[in-house]
């Protein structure tokens, strides 16, 4: 996984509550077990018309908005606890979704594939969801290290876990984490090994 520390961008407000995972992802997509191309298809039933044509009203075909942070109402990830949709977020090139409140599962797998989910009291999502509609060019800062979100609205802290929080600064996997560990493990195994 990437490393990441910190992040100053522009954000995409997408103010929609209760935004499921067949929304990320919609089921029909969910054949390959590769991640290679789900970004191709975030949103993919609210980005084009049943035509194939791009839906000009939905944010993510608006030029005036991009950026690595997605903005989302309430309860971001809820439905279903398919990894596929971490897989399409990040595919497109999102390294953070900030939200009010994230379903345990997404949340779970959003760290997993390099996403930080940050979470942000109600009223400071609304705040920020309005900034951003109102200028897209507005610039949101993400600093992991000491799990502060800062923009024109203001300063927030949000939690993550510290194991994550260490992955993600290190851009481990679970795997990477283990054998970043290894001179300390093979070591316990020396002191603590029984003589036969």
Not at 9 to 38: C, H, M, S, Y
Not at 153 to 172: A, E
């Amino acid at each position: 996984m990437e490393k990441f520390t910190k992040l100053t961008e522009t954000a995409v407000p997408l103010p929609v509550e209760n935004i499921d995972t067949d929304q990320i992802i919609p089921a029909r997509f969910l054949k390959a077990t590769d991640k290679k191309g789900f970004g191709d298809n975030v949103f993919r039933d609210w980005r084009f018309n049943k035509d194939g044509s791009k839906n000009a009203d939905f944010v993510l075909n608006n030029d005036a908005y991009s950026g690595p942070i997605l903005v989302a109402g309430d309860n971001f990830g809820c439905g279903s606890s398919r990894e596929h949709a971490a897989w399409a977020l990040a595919g497109y090139g999102f390294k953070v979704v900030v939200s009010s409140f994230f379903a345990d599962i997404f949340k779970g797998n959003a760290l997993n594939n390099g996403i930080l989910p940050v979470m942000v009291t109600s009223d400071y999502l609304k705040s920020l969801l309005k900034t951003i509609k109102e200028n897209p060019k507005t610039k949101v800062t993400i600093d992991l290290e000491e799990q502060v979100i800062d923009s024109e609205v203001g300063q927030q802290s949000f939690d993550i876990d510290p194991y994550k929080k260490v992955c993600m600064i290190n851009g481990y996997d679970d795997i990477d984490y283990l054998l970043s560990k290894k001179e300390t493990i093979e070591t316990f195994e020396k002191e603590r090994k029984i003589a036969v």
